[in-house]
């Protein structure tokens, strides 16, 4: 069974940084996408940043130049580097991975910017 292990998080002031990271277990594939999704109180999940196991990327225009994923194929993992946060990033974070055609979550880790 596929599971999504999730690390990182935390509370930090305005203008700090973060590092996220989430592995996949349990699978003998390597995931074709991996990703951050948020959800903030009161609003829907959205999409922060995703990568492909060719390393195309792609971001939300919120965290453009500020939040940096990656990935290690070896290790199933993948990181999102986030700095100059702001209060507007507090959220709850969720881990993606689409392994073949179907897709898992993490638990999520909450992520708190104060001013």
């Known amino acids: 069974q596929v599971q999504l292990v999730e690390s990182g998080g935390g509370s930090v002031h305005t203008g700090g940084s973060l590092v996220l990271s989430c592995a996949a277990a349990?699978?003998?594939?390597?995931?074709?996408?991996m990703g951050w999704y948020r959800q903030a109180p009161g609003k829907s999940r959205e999409l922060v940043a995703e990568?492909?196991?060719?390393?195309?990327?792609n971001y939300a225009d919120s965290v453009k130049g500020r939040f940096t994923v990656s990935r290690d194929n070896a290790k199933k993992t993948v990181y999102l580097q986030m700095n100059s946060l702001k209060p507007e990033d507090t959220a709850v974070y969720y881990c993606?991975?689409?392994?073949?055609?179907?897709?898992?979550w993490g638990q999520g880790i909450q992520v708190t910017v104060s001013s």
């Open positions: 993606r991975a689409r392994i073949l055609s179907a897709d898992y």
């Open positions: 349990g699978s003998a594939f390597r995931p074709y996408i």
């Open positions: 990568i492909t196991s060719g390393d195309n990327t």
